[in-house]
């Protein structure tokens, strides 16, 4: 996991987060499912400020038009460069925030890197055809952490949300994904790039949830 987020970093860098952020001047501060307006904070975040700085967010159903990419490390920027054109391209007027990349875990094991390239909408739209699909991020509570910086943070940043999982008790419901939110083309910077990292959180047990 670790390898795939790092060469998913440091191939979206400029490339393929660029090409995609730059349709949506005023982006939402995340395109994935709306979330609570006061998050909670992890309550085992005292003893360790990075896990402190992990949010627990409320989040609703978020339309999406979804394109998977499958490829070497080294050419998954020219194919995540690809991809969000013609996601955007697709979803129109219809786009609702900046792009997004989900992981996908159980891809075949054969050196190269799995992911879903997506765009939010503010509908559910009907699939364009080829090999562009309908989707969406799933709605229910998740873990998510405010990376601000290059996006070879992105490996850190799921380490600590793993270990926030392992502190509170909590377990993943499915894949986690990043959001780009900054436009590389108007913030060069990349220490001043930033990107939200979600974890979906599986419903706690019985026990836990009883008061």
């Known amino acids: 996991m670790r390898k795939l987020v790092l060469a998913l970093g440091l191939a979206l860098a400029h490339g393929g987060c660029g090409a995609a952020a730059s349709p949506s001047p005023s982006p939402s501060p995340s395109p994935s499912p709306s979330p609570s307006p006061s998050p909670s904070l992890s309550p085992s975040g005292d003893s360790d400020p990075a896990l402190a700085a992990v949010e627990v967010l409320e989040l609703t159903t978020q339309p999406a038009l979804l394109l998977r990419v499958r490829a070497p490390a080294d050419q998954l ?8 054109f013609a996601l955007l391209a697709a979803a129109g007027r219809d786009l609702a925030g900046p792009p997004f990349a989900r992981l996908v875990p159980d891809a075949p094991a054969d050196g190269t890197i799995t992911l879903d390239a997506g765009v939010p909408t503010i509908k559910p739209l009907t699939a364009p055809g080829g090999d562009i699909v309908v989707g969406e991020l799933p709605a229910g509570p998740a873990a998510a952490l405010l990376v601000v910086g290059p996006l070879t943070e992105l490996p850190a940043a799921h380490a600590t949300l793993q270990r926030w999982l392992t502190a ?44």
């Open 77 to 84: 920027e020219a194919r995540m460069h690809e991809a969000m």
């Open 168 to 211: 509170n008790g909590r377990a993943a419901a499915g894949p986690g994904w990043q959001v780009f939110l900054t436009n590389p083309i108007t913030e060069p910077d990349p220490a001043k790039q930033q990107t939200k990292v979600f974890v979906p959180l599986a419903p706690l047990a019985a026990t836990e949830a009883s008061p």
